[in-house]
């Protein structure tokens, strides 16, 4: 290991399970007692060793059919037993595995325990027995095996095969206090051992799996070891990305009814000790038709997982008739059809209660449509930037994801706004009570007032952080100290996107600052910036033209990247490497910015920031009144005063409740 470790940067351990374990029963160290692992690697290179008549497998799982069926190719072997200790339901081997064995005559002794052993005759043994019955469940749900009294039996066998489990052997990573136990000691979730330059996977760390388990293992130890080599201390725990493939849905109509096709079962061939092939391989218009029966589950929700209900919609739609496009169109309408949702007036106004005005739109002046629409803003007169959406919570993220998001921000043209710095992006520092102003940010924000005008008196660009509590008093003391920014926090837990998930911004908040910096005259002189509830380009061009300079992404940005906030770490199972995760956010911002300026050039405008409330038109009447954009029918309203008593229209409601859908 020292050699190794000498001469390589990080060294994975995938050293198996090569040792069998014994019984664990009086008598298991005598002649005539191995273990099934080293009688597979013998057969395995080559031999083919003369075994005694009667062969007795202890044991259950697929080593022990893999040694019972195997012995049963020896020469010199007429009968193979194996002994299980449960019910032959309760097999933990593979049921392909035990079909087959009992097609070869292996017999199965279920409900017996080996107690002991003993020599019989001349070479001979007697493998000493109990029956057993269920007893209480265990922690898999399974009957622990309570011997019966007074049920001792015994057994004669040439040849007892041990198959009652693995484990690693190596005395060398023994002694490095490596291996523990018969396996080596390894984080799950990164593969680290307890040696930094160390990683272990495989059956010799997590036990015996199905190869696709070690592949996703392997893929799992590429991803980490490469983050060791880029000198990432603390990666993000590695998830394999799902991708479509884009593959029909259904291969054949009639794969509901098609019954799973059954390779030929050649067993045992003219001479066993060749081993010879146990199942005979598909045609192409057999494997078609087995390959037609699969659900395609992955399509469906792009996991291993999918409801009943989804899988019945598939299937109907798979034996339905292409050319029916009347059942079709049914069964797809019952795919995608909710219930209509039932208007209410009580709701809180949101983004979707507010659209571009369609008149507008049909006034479309046709040079600045074609004409680029600028995006760019210089952010309280310090920061440049290319866009005015910006990324927010990721302060927690592991330092790759960091790095990598830094850099795709950075090329992006847009900017972090967060307590922590991220990487090569520009930096909108938020600054607590208890926080210092970094050197390295672009600007700073601070939750106290009396930090910001002391900043803003030596020079740096400052700005303040307001919520629905303190709105009035931070503006006000914004327009005192010369302040070049003012974040408001809608989503009301200082810049957690978390609090996204549990209710909608309070969007009032942005036209209560326009209307004190309006009050004040310094409306222009003080950029805003948004933070809560943006999703869409179009949330964002609604909000620009409210007089928002920039927004924050939160949540949007959060499932762009992979990350799962409902959990109490949202990076501990992050839906791809790092580098993915950051070229998605990256393009999010693209595809916001690209859609926020299409609605400028819908309203004629050649600049994002040329938006204005003028262009808006309210969906409901707390919309309107929150903004103080027109409801249609109503006029101007922003006093909830002038609204009371007022009907609501009749469409207006279900068309900002289709829209919240």
Known sequence: MADLKSRHDAVLLAIGLSKGKPLGIPGDGMPGVVDGVSLLARVNRGERPQLPSSVVVVGGGDV?????????????????????????????????????????????????????????GEGGLTLRCVKTEPGEREGDGRRR???????????????????????????????????????????????RTADPKVLAAGDGAFGGSSIV?????????????????????????????????????????????TPRQEPAFCGLGADPSTFT???????????????????????????????????????????TPAGDAAAQ??????????????????????????????????????????????????????????TPFIVSGFDDAPENLRAALGRALAEAGSAYLGRQALGEAPWLQIVGADDTPASAASLSIFTQADRAAAAKSSGRPVGLLASADTLNDTIEAAVECAADLVLIDAAGASVDPRAELTHPPAINLLKDAVDHLLRRRRLGAIDLVFHGGVRTGSDGAKLIALAASAVALGVAAHIAAGTRLEDANPFADSAEPADAS???????????????????????????????????????????????????????????????????????????????I
């Open 64 to 120: 022990a059919m893999d040694a019972a069926r195997t012995a049963r190719r020896l020469p010199g072997v007429e009968s193979v037993r194996i002994v299980y200790r449960r019910t032959l339901d309760e097999l933990p081997a593979r049921g392909d595995e035990v079909k087959s064995a009992l097609a070869e005559g292996i017999e199965f002794v279920c409900q017996v325990q080996p107690v002991a052993v003993a020599a019989e």
């Open 329 to 386: 169109s049914m069964l797809l309408r019952r795919r995608l059809g909710a219930a209509r949702p039932v208007p209410r007036q009580d709701l809180a106004a949101t983004l979707d209660d507010l659209v571009f005005l369609p008149a507008n739109l049909t006034r479309l002046v046709i040079d600045p449509y074609r004409e680029q629409c600028g995006t760019a803003i210089r952010l309280g007169g310090a920061v440049a930037l290319g």
């Open 213 to 257: 388990e070690a592949m996703h293992q392997g893929h799992k130890a590429a991803y980490t070891i490469g983050a060791m080599l880029d000198g990432c201390a603390d990666p993000a725990p590695y998830r394999t990305p799902y991708r479509n493939r884009h593959v029909a849905v259904a291969q054949a109509p009639a794969w509901e009814s």
């Open 582 to 660: 950051a070229a998605a956010v990256a393009s999010l911002i693209r595809a916001l910015t690209a859609e926020a300026s299409m609605m400028a050039r819908c309203c004629g405008k050649t600049k994002l920031h040329n938006l204005e409330p003028e262009d808006l038109r309210a969906l409901s009447v707390p919309a309107s009144v929150a903004t103080g954009v027109p409801l249609p029918g109503r006029g101007v309203t922003g006093d909830p005063a002038a609204t009371a008593g007022a009907p609501m229209p009749a469409n207006a409601g279900g068309i900002a409740a289709e829209l919240r």
């Open 277 to 319: 092939e146990v199942d005979a391989t598909f045609d192409e218009e057999t494997a078609r038709r087995e390959a037609s029966r699969c659900f395609r589950c992955d399509a469906e929700t792009g996991s291993a997982n999918t409801s009943l209900r989804a899988r019945e919609g598939v299937m109907a739609m798979a034996h």
């Open 145 to 191: 095996p309570q011997p019966v009294p007074g049920s001792e039996h015994a057994l004669s066998a040439g040849l007892v095969i041990a198959a009652v489990g693995q484990e690693a052997h190596n005395a060398e990573l023994a002694g490095l206090q490596l291996l523990n136990g018969g396996r080596v000691t390894a984080d799950a979730s990164s593969l």
